[in-house]
């Protein structure tokens, strides 16, 4: 009985090392996004990275996002495959206007339009964990970004260097943010201003 909790335990730990290591790098909504003029087609996405020792099964792992001001979540995306050590995995809404725009990079998945990874900039996006719980957040959930220090329309939010580890609560100071209302080097056009994986 004593082993049955021991061990129990400590696949608990474990898991919740793991949990802290896949976090959120990169959201994009580029300026230039679905623009027929540019020739860039559906190109935003979601970079997930790995800061642990060794791959992680994404299979029970999910993206959900809170469009404009809505209190409630769409439902969530599960994700699918599995994420290496020190790798990055990026989630995207047009795989093949991805590959095009993005020739040195890969999307791991494409989940299509009016997902967590098709964000206008102005939506906030959750990582959820193997339980559902959220394990890294950007932005307030149920709050319209617009005008707020999580708004990255026409642009992009970057984890900060420095910023390594999940945070299932919003934290400012651990994102860089480019936007069109001037934040950061203002609007990004794909691919130049972007570096998916």
């Known amino acids: 009985m004593f082993n049955s909790i021991r061990v129990l335990l400590t696949t608990i730990f474990i898991s919740t090392i793991a949990f802290a290591d896949v976090f959120i790098t ?22 997930l990275y790995n800061n642990g020792d060794s791959a992680i099964d994404l299979s029970t792992w999910a993206l959900q996002r809170w469009t404009n001001g809505n209190a409630d979540p769409q439902s969530a995306v599960p994700l699918t495959g599995s994420i290496g050590a020190g790798e990055f995995y990026v989630v995207c809404n047009g795989g093949d206007d ?10 791991n998945q494409d989940i299509g339009t009016g997902g ?15 339980d559902g719980s959220i394990v890294d957040m950007f ?8 005008s707020t220090g999580h708004e990255f329309e026409d642009g ?5 260097a420095d910023n390594t580890t999940a945070s299932a609560t919003w934290d400012e100071a651990g994102w860089n943010i480019d936007n069109d209302s001037g934040g950061g080097d203002g609007a990004q056009n794909a691919p130049d201003g972007y570096d998916p994986g």
């Open 98 to 107: 991805f590959a095009a725009a993005y020739v040195d990079s890969v999307c």
């Open 139 to 146: 932005g307030v959930a149920g709050e319209d970004g617009t």
């Open 156 to 160: 992009r939010a970057e984890r900060a």
């Open 26 to 47: 990169e959201i994009a909504d580029p300026n230039n996004q679905g623009s027929s003029s540019s020739g860039i087609g559906n190109v935003r996405f979601v970079e």
């Open 116 to 130: 967590p990874a098709d964000s206008n900039g102005d939506d906030n996006i959750a990582l959820l964990g193997t």
